[in-house]
């Protein structure tokens, strides 16, 4: 049985939305296919919709308390991780690691006391933003944006780091970007981003970006959203390999992942219908690039920047 980590899902906002479950649903990832896997790590995301952004506090919190209801509801199957050491204890009990994140700065309201609360409450990784500006920064739909981090952005950033927590650049803007690579003294993560040079789209990491993240020790999550891999109709696996063969080659075998973004996509690609499929990828890259590197992108390289990251 193969090892699984994957640095970005939607599926706990999904289900909740759709009054559905974790332990078994009808959306790309819940527990019963996740354990096809060995032990595996999945980052699950608290995202907004932007109609909650002035309840953005509020919704978060319902959102968090929903996740923690699955886990209770499933102990022997899953666990909630805040430290590399409990992914250690889930590995030694077979159980999956569930790394609980932020997708948007928006859920802070403004405060930076907001973010030692969600510490306080589990929560490992944020990305800044989502697409859109907010107290942070601008998101990448921010066309033509010339702004970096504000203030707050930047306290935030520095805080996140203090209290160890990952530091997500994942629909980040360009000046947003290198304002973190500038701040950031620990690994930072595009949780689901591709590689610009192979798919043109704001939402893709250009080669220099690529680099960056490379140089401060972080990762790239591969994203599988159609529309990030290929401005092709048909989107088959090998347009997902275009992505790995240039980033392998501008970054390395080291600081690439997988972010599948599963439950935040309407589409994959041909012959990935939901999570127990990514052994149709993990396989291939095998075949092509041997055992190391396939141990590197399925988890390894995502469990390393969870253990340089995460305090006690």
């Known amino acids: 049985m193969r090892s699984y980590g994957d640095g970005h899902c939607d599926t706990i906002v999904r ?12 959306g790309h990832i819940d527990i019963q296919r996740l354990k096809n896997f060995q032990a595996p790590l999945q980052f699950f995301a608290i995202w907004l919709e932007p109609r909650y ?9 319902k959102y968090i308390e929903f996740f923690y209801s699955q886990i209770e509801k499933n102990p022997d199957y ?10 250690q204890e889930n590995i030694k009990n077979n159980k999956i690691s569930a790394l609980l994140s932020i997708e948007g700065g928006e859920a802070l309201e403004g405060e930076i006391s907001a973010i030692h609360t969600y510490h306080r409450l589990g929560v490992r990784s944020m990305s ?14 921010e066309k033509d944006s010339k702004r970096g981090l504000t203030k707050f952005g930047t306290d935030v950033v520095k805080e996140m780091e203090e209290l160890g927590m990952i530091v997500d650049v994942s629909h980040l803007s360009e000046p947003g ?7 950031a003294r620990k690994p930072f ?11 043109d789209v704001p939402r893709n990491l250009t080669d220099n970006q690529l680099r960056a993240i490379a140089e401060k020790g972080g990762i790239i ?27 392998l080659s501008i970054a390395g075998e080291d600081f690439i992942a997988l972010g599948t973004d ?11 219908l939901d999570v127990k499929d990514m052994e149709h990828i993990l396989s291939r890259i095998e075949r092509e690039f041997g055992e190391q590197v396939v141990e590197k992108i399925s988890s390894k390289n995502l469990l390393r920047v969870v253990k340089e990251v995460l305090c006690f």
């Open 189 to 199: 993560i595009a949780s689901h981003s591709n590689a610009r040079e192979i798919c």
């Open 53 to 61: 952004y002035p309840i953005a506090m509020h919704q978060t919190m």
């Open 78 to 87: 899953i666990g909630h991780i805040c430290c590399y050491q409990d992914v």
């Open 262 to 272: 599963f439950d935040g996509i309407d589409c994959c690609p041909e012959e990935i």
């Open 15 to 26: 289900i909740y939305e759709k009054g559905q479950e974790l332990f078994c649903n009808d």
């Open 221 to 247: 999550g591969l994203n599988l959203y159609p529309p990030f891999l290929t401005s092709k109709k048909e989107v088959k696996v090998e347009d997902v390999f275009r992505h790995i063969d240039h980033i």
């Open 177 to 183: 970007f290198w304002d973190v690579y500038n701040l």
């Open 128 to 141: 800044l933003t989502w697409n859109h500006r907010n107290q942070l920064a601008d998101g990448v739909a």
